[in-house]
C-alpha cells in the first residue's frame, strides 16, 4: 500500500484546510485509516480514525469538534476536513493504515505511512 498526502500549507488561525490522501497498491487490504500528526520537537500524535466500511469515526479530543474525517471509497481517498484551526494544530499530518481497529488509539500501531504534509497555523 503506498500512502500520498496533500493540501497542507499556511493558515491564519480560525481558517480551514482539508487533507488528502490517496492510497494505491493493495488497496483491498484496507479497512480503517487514520491520521496522525506530528508538532515540532514533539512525538506523534494520533488524530482520528475511520472505518472504512461503515464510515465510522473517533477523534482525540483535542481535534473533536473542529475535523471532520471522511473517505471516498471509489477514489480510495482519506480526508481530513480542519476547521477554526490553532496555532497548537501546526505539526506534520500524516495519513497512516492502523494494524486494527483500537479501543485505545494512543497504543496503535500502523502498517504503512504517507510522507506527510506541513499544515502551519500563524496566529
Known amino acids: 500500500v503506498q500512502l500520498a498526502e496533500s493540501g497542507g500549507g499556511l493558515v491564519q488561525a480560525g481558517g480551514s484546510l482539508r487533507l488528502s490522501c490517496a492510497a494505491s497498491g493493495r488497496t483491498f487490504s484496507l479497512y480503517a485509516m487514520s491520521w496522525v500528526r506530528q508538532a515540532p520537537g514533539e512525538g506523534l500524535e494520533w488524530v482520528s480514525s475511520i472505518n472504512l466500511s461503515s464510515g465510522s469515526a473517533t477523534y482525540a479530543d483535542s481535534v473533536k469538534g473542529r475535523f471532520t474525517i471522511s473517505r471516498d471509497n471509489a477514489k480510495n481517498t482519506l480526508y481530513l476536513q480542519m476547521s477554526s484551526l490553532k496555532p497548537e494544530d501546526t505539526a506534520v499530518y500524516y495519513c497512516?493504515?492502523?494494524?486494527?481497529?483500537?479501543?485505545?488509539?494512543?497504543?496503535?500501531?500502523?502498517?504503512?505511512w504517507g510522507q506527510g504534509t506541513q499544515v502551519t497555523v500563524s496566529s
Open positions: 497512516a493504515k492502523p494494524r486494527f481497529w483500537y479501543s485505545n488509539w494512543r497504543r496503535a500501531d500502523y502498517d504503512y
